[in-house]
Every structure is written in structure tokens, then in C-alpha cells.
């Protein structure tokens, strides 16, 4: 049950804004605002892992977003999957052997640091709130306190936009991932067909392919539905789909 502080955090962010369509970007800019990190983003969650970025304070911590995604590893999948904070105050000690894939990537973009918190409703996934830092060190005891705070804000938030217009919306209401994976889904459907399998292992081998081939996963998608990636045989043909 979210407490007093975490309705005051989110009461200041609707007052603040003026037509309602900015409340992630808010909420986030409060947070690294606040607390002694570089960053933060707010993802969407479903039983299947990542479905989406709702928002994110600067680049890294949209493609520490990104990364969680396209690879389906790392402290925000974890921390959804558990349904505990998932903290890693110094990823280059911790992060390669638990994760390596998403640590290569995830030190590469200058992240030192990361700070995962689920937001749960009971047994029902709603997200994870990222934070961020470029340095490595831990958050103190009083700093957690106020991160499972705004946690508990973005629970509420996503609540709220989520009930906004329920019954004429989408699934998630008014919750706008800044990223389509509309694509990555559909081009999932195509590889379990092409390679016979089902859409748990498709999805995973085109997170392994981007992974070599050292490529967001979102443009491997493109290529497969534009036919120019094909599982079949594991070829790649030319742009307008021949061998």
C-alpha cells in the first residue's frame, strides 16, 4: 500500500502539470532530481518480461531501457520476475557473471550503477522504476527509503493513467510507451513460423542474432518483416528479399 509520501510525490507532479500528458517525464525528473543518481526510466512489465518504456530522464537511461529489452536480462526483469529491488551499486563487479550480455551493454553506455524497484499491485506486474548512476556506490538506507517512495508514485501513476479512459482505450489506457514494439512482437510471429518453433524461443533467437550482430533489436525486426532476414536457413538476402 503506497504511504503518505509517495501520494505527496504525486500530488506535486499533477499539479505541476498542465494537461496530464507529461506525468512520467515529471515523475522521473523529480526522481533523479531528488536522489543521488544520473538517471531513471519507467518500463512497462507483463508476465513475458519488458513491454515497453513509459519514460526515461536522458539517453542512457533509455538505452539501459533498451538493453533490458532487447536482450530479455538484466536488474528491471529480475526485480518484475521477484517482485524485490534488484540493487546493484557496482555493476562491473556484479553484473558479468549474473548477466553478461546486459553487462557488456550496460558499461559500455557509461553505467556504473543500477538500481531496480518493481511496481506491483499484489501479484499483478505493472512495471519497474530504474535508477541509474555513473558512478559506482550505493544508495543509503534514508536514500532507499525515499526510491521506494517514488516507486510506490510510479505505481500509483501508472494506476492512474491506466484507469483514465479504461473502457475507450487501449490495453494500457493512457500509457504511451515512447517505444513501439509493435514490430518486435510482430516479427517474432514471422521467425516462429520460419523456424518452427514456438514464440518464447523465437523471441529468443532474434535477442541472440541483434546480440551479434551488435544491433538494436528493433531494426532486426524491420528486416525480417521486409523479408530481408530470413530464420529459415539463417540466411540474409538482399533488400527486396532474394537470396
Do not use: N
Not at 52 to 65: M, R
Not at 88 to 110: I, N
Request: some cysteine.
Amino acid at each position: 500500500m503506497a504511504g503518505t509520501r509517495a501520494a505527496e510525490l504525486l500530488a506535486v507532479v499533477l499539479a505541476e502539470s498542465a494537461d496530464g500528458t507529461d506525468l512520467p517525464s515529471r515523475l522521473l525528473s523529480a526522481c533523479a532530481g531528488t536522489l543521488p543518481v544520473s538517471g531513471a526510466g519507467l518500463a512497462l512489465m507483463t508476465d513475458k518480461g519488458p513491454a515497453g518504456t513509459v519514460a526515461a530522464s536522458d539517453g542512457v537511461a533509455l538505452e539501459l531501457e533498451e538493453l533490458q529489452f532487447s536482450l530479455g536480462e538484466g536488474p528491471c526483469v529480475d526485480a518484475s520476475r521477484t517482485g524485490r529491488p534488484v540493487l546493484q551499486p557496482d555493476l562491473a563487479v556484479t553484473a558479468p557473471l549474473r548477466w553478461p550480455a546486459f553487462a557488456s551493454g550496460a558499461l559500455s553506455a557509461g553505467i556504473r550503477a543500477v538500481f531496480a524497484l518493481p511496481l506491483r499491485v499484489g501479484a499483478i506486474r505493472l512495471g519497474v522504476l530504474d535508477l541509474y548512476r555513473d558512478g559506482p556506490g550505493p544508495l543509503g538506507a534514508g536514500e532507499l527509503r525515499e526510491a521506494l517512495d517514488f516507486s510506490d508514485a510510479a505505481t500509483l501513476l501508472l494506476l492512474h493513467l491506466q484507469s483514465a479512459d479504461r473502457a475507450a482505450g487501449p490495453e494500457w489506457g493512457q500509457i504511451s510507451p515512447i517505444d513501439d514494439r509493435a514490430e518486435v512482437h510482430q516479427a517474432t510471429g514471422v521467425v516462429s513460423v520460419q523456424a518452427d518453433v514456438g514464440l518464447a524461443e523465437a523471441l529468443l533467437l532474434l535477442r541472440a542474432r541483434a546480440f551479434a550482430e551488435h544491433r538494436p533489436i528493433g531494426e532486426l525486426a524491420r528486416d525480417v518483416l521486409e523479408g530481408i532476414v530470413d530464420f529459415r536457413r539463417g540466411y540474409e538476402g538482399t533488400e527486396d528479399g532474394r537470396t
